[in-house]
T-cell receptor, first 112, second 115 residues
Framework: GQQLNQSPQSMFIQEGEDVSMNCTSS?????WLWYKQDPGEGPVLLIALYKAGELTSNGRLTAQFGITRKDSFLNISASIPSDVGIYFCAGQGSGGSYIPTFGRGTSLIVHP | NAGVTQTPKFQVLKTGQSMTLQCAQDMNHEYMSWYRQDPGMGLRLIHY???????DQGEVPNGYNVSRSTTEDFPLRLLSAAPSQTSVYFCASSSGTSAAQETQYFGPGTRLLVL
């Protein structure tokens, strides 16, 4: 079964607020990935992290690869209505496997 | 490039019927995979393939068959559909297994309802 714990499960926020979500694992990963899924679409990659401690930004999004390699965080600053969707974390490279393990997702709703 | 394409977009089946979900990619990716997405369950891996002629089971393979006769195509077969297979199915591909190649590109999904 899945090894990743993603939280929170859902978030309801006002436009302009900052958002934080995270994933934790009992296993060490070599790569952490964050995807966004718009309603009715497939997931799209937002940020990829390849090194422990790495902090990477993509516009208003910032993600970090935890020092222990067992966790990752995604922050969204100054949220806007188009940020609505489901955000998934994924870890790869645990035990030499390249098969990604996905979190259960964080559903984000932004009220205008 | 069209990326990853999936057909059909929607499908309704009766219990016991069979069907094939099509997936194709035009990026010459070696690695392809099938996921199902159910509410609150995230993405669960059904089957995957690391290249033409090679397939393997994922987390939830029961009730599904796959084959990989070409690099481009990776069809998913339901031999005898069951209501528990009602879900949204995503196909994904990536170019390889080394860092920076591991990023998966997802198709738009097939929404399946089994009555």
């Amino acid at each position: 079964g899945q090894q990743l714990n993603q939280s929170p499960q859902s978030m309801f926020i006002q436009e302009g607020e900052d958002v934080s979500m995270n994933c934790t694992s009992s296993s060490i990963f070599n790569t952490w990935l964050w995807y966004k899924q718009d309603p009715g679409e497939g997931p799209v990659l937002l940020i990829a992290l390849y090194k422990a401690g790495e902090l990477t930004s993509n516009g208003r999004l910032t993600a970090q690869f935890g020092i222990t390699r067992k966790d990752s965080f995604l922050n969204i600053s100054a949220s806007i209505p188009s940020d609505v969707g489901i955000y998934f974390c994924a870890g790869q490279g645990s035990g030499g496997s390249y098969i990604p393990t996905f979190g259960r997702g964080t559903s984000l709703i932004v009220h205008p | 490039n069209a990326g990853v394409t999936q057909t059909p977009k929607f499908q309704v089946l009766k219990t016991g019927q069979s069907m094939t979900l099509q997936c194709a990619q035009d990026m010459n990716h070696e690695y392809m995979s099938w996921y199902r997405q159910d509410p609150g369950m995230g993405l669960r891996l059904i089957h995957y393939s690391v290249g033409a002629g090679i397939t393997d089971q994922g987390e939830v393979p029961n009730g599904y068959n796959v084959s990989r006769s070409t690099t481009e195509d990776f069809p998913l077969r339901l031999l005898s559909a069951a209501p528990s297979q009602t879900s949204v199915y995503f196909c994904a591909s990536s170019s390889g297994t080394s860092a920076a190649q591991e990023t998966q590109y997802f198709g738009p999904g097939t929404r399946l309802l089994v009555l």
